[in-house]
């Protein structure tokens, strides 16, 4: 498969997830990072016709998009208290058949998870290379951001949970060394076994709390959270998308849906140029 049409499902997914869920008269949109989320703030840009959205981004690229395309950025720490995003959109590296996600490939994961936690809706757009039924079936490992006084330790606590090879991400542009997240923090990636979903726990697939080797999504998440020097790990889970947009919609319920960033709908952009969705309720 080229990488034609790959950009090309990513387009076709960004224009449908938009189409459906960006309204014109929003007050705060959330914009995430990636290649594919270009695609998106094209498509916005296409149906924009209210100067007054203002753009949440979630890190410096995504700040860039949003000015780029002549559109209001505002930071997450200026949104008024109690006030939710109306949408976020965002993209991911994996998605399983519950919708949980893995991000921060792009090594924004921190902030994109306070912008999805912060939104009504949230709703991501990938192509067909990212459609699983498992995390980490075809992408390799967990993007998790640390302190940088912490990582050997963090890296040996990540062995002891059964992560064969944990690696410092590093970059070779300009300078060799360590990639800097946007906070200034590292990133290790990861690599465990696929992870359960709590279907496969319900139906005996495995322990999924780590004792037996099999972790399932919200387990292992939590215990790699729990590591000091850990600031947030690239796992997207927790309530479902449904469930969290109900309670988020209430005034005043903002505390009560920490720890779950589920979208309520993936785009997936499908080799062929169709676009597949994938809800709580399955996928069509
Ligand atoms: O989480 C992310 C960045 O930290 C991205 O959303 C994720 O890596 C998907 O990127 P792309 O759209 O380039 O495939």
Redesign the pocket.
């Known amino acids: 498969m080229t990488d034609t049409n790959v950009e090309a499902a ?1 387009r076709a997914a960004a224009q449908q997830a938009v189409a459906d869920h960006f309204d014109p008269s929003a007050s705060f949109v959330g914009i ?6 270009v695609y998106v703030v094209e498509a916005i840009k296409e149906r924009s016709t209210n100067p007054s959205v203002l753009f949440v981004p ?2 410096y690229q995504s700040r860039q998009l949003v000015i780029n395309a002549g559109l209001t950025p505002i930071s997450f720490d200026s949104i008024p208290d109690r006030v939710m995003l109306d949408v976020a959109f ?4 994996e998605v399983d058949t519950e919708l949980n996600c893995i ?7 921190f902030q ?1 998870k306070l912008v999805a936690e912060r939104a009504k809706k949230f709703v991501c ?3 067909y290379r ?1 459609r699983q039924d498992r995390l980490l079936t075809n992408w390799p490992t967990i ?1 998790i951001e640390v302190a940088p006084l912490s990582q050997h330790k963090v890296e040996a606590s990540l062995r002891l949970l059964g992560s064969t090879n944990p690696k410092l991400r590093t970059t070779l542009l300009e300078k060799s060394g360590p990639l800097k997240t946007d906070q200034h923090f590292f990133i290790i990636d990861a690599p465990f076994p696929a992870l359960l979903t709590s279907a496969d726990v319900a139906a005996g697939k495995g322990k999924g709390d780590g004792s037996d080797g099999t972790w399932e999504v919200n387990n292992i998440s939590k215990a790699i959270k729990g590591l000091t020097g850990v600031l947030e790990v ?1 796992i997207f889970s927790g309530m479902n998308g449904n469930d969290a947009q109900a309670l988020r919609a209430k005034d005043g319920a903002l505390s009560a849906v920490t720890g779950g960033q589920k979208p309520i709908a993936v785009y997936f952009g499908m080799a062929d140029g169709s676009v597949k969705l994938r809800t709580a309720d399955g996928e069509q």
């Open positions: 990513k995430g990072s990636g290649t594919t989320i979630t890190g965002d993209g991911a590296d991000k921060g490939g792009g090594a924004c994961l994109e757009v990938a192509d990212k993007p690239g």
